[in-house]
Nanobody, 131 residues
């Protein structure tokens, strides 16, 4: 089973940026999804970004589209989440997840942003955006 460890969280002001990293130990199957989720106090866990390991296709929540970018360094086995133009509402604990199940839609494999589809989780890293 892949073990995941997040890093890179911190406290920033609105408009600033952070890059989160998730180091994976173990093999990430090509036919699987990896993703970033977040959970703010009192709220449900929310999918932020997902990536299909086989071809690198990426999927984003509307709330972060054009601000967040997910990437993967396959050689180092690290996932990244580049977060730009951070807002107060981005404040949350951020988690990476692996072993997600892709699904086929109109002939295209897509990765879910639903946490029930992922079976492997890191411990999380806190992101706080405040002036």
């Amino acid at each position: 089973q892949v073990q995941l460890m997040e890093s890179g969280g911190g406290s920033v002001q609105p408009g600033e940026w952070l890059r989160l990293a998730c180091a994976a130990s173990g093999i990430i199957s090509d036919f699987s999804c990896v993703a970033w989720f977040r959970q703010a106090p009192g709220k449900k866990r929310e999918g932020v970004a997902a990536l299909f390991a086989a071809d690198g296709s990426r999927f984003y929540a509307d709330s972060v589209q054009n601000r967040f970018t997910m990437s993967r360094d396959k050689s180092e086995n690290v996932l990244y989440l580049q977060m730009l133009s951070l807002k107060a509402e981005d404040t949350a604990m951020y988690y990476c997840a692996a072993e997600g199940r892709p699904s086929l839609h109109a002939g295209v494999w897509r990765c879910p942003l639903d946490d029930v589809e992922y079976s492997n989780w890191g411990q999380g890293t806190q992101v706080t955006v405040s002036s």
